[in-house]
C-alpha cells in the first residue's frame, strides 16, 4: 500500500456540517475516508471519459412493460450490441414495471451510445449509467 499523505482542507461552516452529516448518514469511517472515495469516483468517471481502450460500466432502468414494443425495442437494443452486454438481469417489480440491469464493457463511446438508446427510448422512466473501474493506481 502507497504511503498516506496528510493534507489540510479549508471549507466554510455550513458546507462542512453539511459533508460532516453526509459522512454520518452514508456510515463512513471518518472525513478521510468519504473525501477518499470520492476522490477515486471522480477519478473514475475521469479515466472512463477519456479510455482509450475497454471499460466497465451497469446501466439500470426502470419500464413500464405496456408501453407498445417497448421491450422488444430494448431487447433488440441489446441484441444489436450484444458484444458490449456482458449479462443482464429482469425483475418485475409489480403490475406495470420492471428494472433491468445490463453489465457492459467496451469503448466508452459504444457503452455511452447504448446507454442513451436505452434511457432515451419512450417508456423507459428512470435510469442511470454507472462508470467503473478496477480503478487501478487509485
Ligand atoms: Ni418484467
Redesign the pocket.
Known amino acids: 500500500m502507497a504511503e498516506l499523505m496528510r493534507f489540510g482542507v479549508s471549507m466554510d461552516e455550513g458546507l462542512l456540517e453539511r459533508f460532516d452529516a453526509w459522512v454520518d448518514a452514508h456510515g463512513w469511517a471518518n472525513r478521510s475516508e468519504a473525501i477518499r472515495d470520492l476522490v477515486r469516483r471522480q477519478l473514475v468517471d475521469e479515466e472512463w471519459n477519456t479510455a482509450a481502450g475497454d471499460v466497465i460500466a451497469t446501466l439500470t432502468y426502470v419500464y413500464d412493460?405496456h408501453v407498445t414494443d417497448l421491450q422488444e425495442r430494448l431487447t433488440e437494443m441489446q441484441h444489436t450490441h450484444h458484444g458490449l452486454v456482458l449479462s443482464s438481469m429482469?425483475?418485475?417489480?409489480d403490475h406495470d414495471h420492471?428494472v433491468e440491469v445490463l453489465v457492459m464493457h467496451g469503448p466508452p463511446a459504444d457503452l455511452r451510445a447504448l446507454a442513451d438508446g436505452i434511457l432515451g427510448a419512450k417508456g423507459v422512466k428512470h435510469g442511470q449509467l454507472v462508470r467503473a473501474s478496477m480503478a487501478e493506481g487509485l
Open positions: 412493460h429482469h425483475v418485475h417489480l420492471c
